[in-house]
T-cell receptor, first 111, second 114 residues
Framework: TQLLEQSPQFLSIQEGENLTVYCNSS?????LQWYRQEPGEGPVLLVT?????EVKKLKRLTFQFGDARKDSSLHITAAQPGDTGLYLC???????????FGRGTSLIVHP | NAGVTQTPKFQVLKTGQSMTLQCAQD?????MSWYRQDPGMGLRLIHY???????DQGEVPNGYNVSRSTTEDFPLRLLSAAPSQTSVYFC?????????????FGEGSWLTVV
């Protein structure tokens, strides 16, 4: 099983602050995905990165895939209360694309 | 669009009882899977299916059974419920494997075993 380790586990910040969360592995992944999960709901896909060194932006969210395709980061600029949620990274495990998930980073943004 | 639909939303079981969590998707997806989510543990794969008639075990399959008789449905059966199976269960589906494939989740089923 290819493990994905996420850090930090918890993050509590004020509105307007910047933050970065990390997803690391000792294994190479062909792709990594980031999901956000709000309380009481299922995870929703934010982005997929497939190329080493790739950077993708989604409004105030910037996603980066490491050059060696073993790690990824999510940077949020000027966080807002609506960004509150659990951020999960996921990557394919085994021959079929049935992803394995990291344990997630729980983010709370206070107004 | 309905997407992935799970029922029931909430369920309380007594130890030893059996039950089935239902999952249906209307997107004609080949891949379906069941995860459980526990505090601090992320999503752990229970069972998955890559097409009708094909199922396989994930990371935590013990105590659960699945079948896939149609493309649309992928029920999860708890054979003899135990308190350790208290969790939130998510069903998910995707069109196929491969990089860039979007996975769609249901809204979750909250199960308590007393």
């Amino acid at each position: 099983t290819q493990l994905l380790e996420q850090s930090p586990q918890f993050l509590s910040i004020q509105e307007g602050e910047n933050l970065t969360v990390y997803c690391n592995s000792s294994s190479v992944f062909s792709s990594l995905q980031w999901y956000r999960q709000e309380p009481g709901e299922g995870p929703v896909l934010l982005v997929t990165v497939v190329t080493g060194g790739e950077v993708k932006k989604l409004k105030r969210l910037t996603f980066q895939f490491g050059d060696a395709r073993k790690d990824s980061s999510l940077h949020i600029t000027a966080a807002q209360p609506g960004d509150t949620g659990l951020y999960l990274c996921a990557g394919p495990s085994g021959g079929s694309y049935i992803p394995t998930f990291g344990r997630g980073t729980s983010l709370i943004v206070h107004p | 669009n309905a997407g992935v639909t799970q029922t029931p939303k909430f369920q309380v079981l007594k130890t030893g009882q059996s039950m089935t969590l239902q999952c249906a998707q209307d997107m004609n997806h080949e891949y379906m899977s069941w995860y459980r989510q526990d505090p601090g543990m992320g999503l752990r794969l229970i069972h998955y299916s890559v097409g009708a008639g094909i199922t396989d075990q994930g990371e935590v399959p013990n105590g659960y059974n699945v079948s896939r008789s149609t493309t649309e449905d992928f029920p999860l059966r708890l054979l003899s419920a135990a308190p350790s199976q208290t969790s939130v269960y998510f069903c998910a589906s995707s069109y196929s494997g491969g990089a860039g494939n979007t996975i769609y989740f249901g809204e979750g089923s909250w199960l308590t075993v007393v």
